[in-house]
């Protein structure tokens, strides 16, 4: 298993503004997504934070708008830059303990975000 | 890319009843996994059933994988007012590709 904190848990942010969510896992993992959870909706992949390389990104999202870091295997961070109302959402760090996408995921808590 | 589809997309029950949860999907699959989440925060991992697998239990918990019909049901049996939160079906389909989340279904289980 994992355990997850993720940073901040929740934030009120204006519109134009960006914002940096932290994702911090207990053990070393290689495995590690962003995904994003919009008002009374599903799940949805962003990218996969990979550890010493740019980050492998979705269909619909792209770097310059959700730039991600991978430092370490322990630790990602997520950006979600020039935010608008529409980027309000729940954005959640999950991680897999298998070198492998077909394992069950771990979450984190997630970070509530409200764009004004 | 495929989604699950859950059915009904919200169900309301007595303390003590069954909820029966579907969800169907479009392509093969190697796995398909249950999660749950309670209101706004993360997801738990409850339970994988692989694609030759036709049913599986835990605890209150059971799964059933029916691939010609490309579909699953999650049974909560006894339900108690703890487990009213919103499930979510996840497809596995080549082990290469991230999970695919379906829509949700949120249960309310009212003492």
């Known amino acids: 298993s994992a355990v997850i904190s993720q940073k901040p848990s929740r934030d009120i942010c204006q519109r134009g503004t960006s914002l940096t969510i932290q994702c911090q896992v207990d053990?070393?993992?290689?495995?590690m997504f962003w995904y994003r959870q919009q008002p009374g909706q599903s799940l949805t992949l962003i990218a996969t934070?990979?550890?010493?390389?740019?980050?492998?990104?979705e269909s619909g999202f792209v770097i310059d708008k959700f730039p991600i870091s991978r430092p370490n295997l322990t630790f990602s961070t997520l950006t979600v830059s020039n935010m608008s109302p529409e980027d309000s959402s729940i954005y959640l760090c999950?991680?897999?303990?298998?070198?492998?996408?077909?394992?069950?995921?771990?979450f984190g808590e997630g970070s509530r975000l409200t764009v004004l | 890319s495929q989604q699950g589809e859950e059915d009904p997309q919200a169900l309301s029950i007595q303390e003590g009843e069954n909820a029966t949860m579907n969800c169907s999907y479009k392509?093969?699959?190697?796995?398909l996994q249950w999660y749950r989440q309670n209101s706004g925060r993360g997801l738990v991992h409850l339970i994988l059933?692989?694609?030759?697998?036709r049913e599986k239990h835990s605890g209150r918990l059971r799964v059933t994988l029916d691939t010609s019909k490309k579909s699953s049901s999650l049974l909560i049996t006894a339900s108690r007012a703890a487990d009213t939160a919103s499930y979510f079906c996840?497809?596995?389909?080549?082990?290469?590709?991230?999970?695919?989340f379906g829509k949700g279904t949120r249960l309310s289980v009212i003492a």
């Open positions: 999950s991680v897999a303990v298998r070198d492998t996408h077909s394992g069950e995921l771990f």
């Open positions: 053990s070393q993992v290689t495995m």
């Open positions: 934070a990979n550890q010493g390389s740019e980050a492998t990104y």
């Open positions: 392509t093969s699959i190697n796995n």
């Open positions: 059933i692989r694609s030759n697998e």
């Open positions: 996840a497809t596995d389909n080549s082990g290469n590709t991230p999970l695919v």
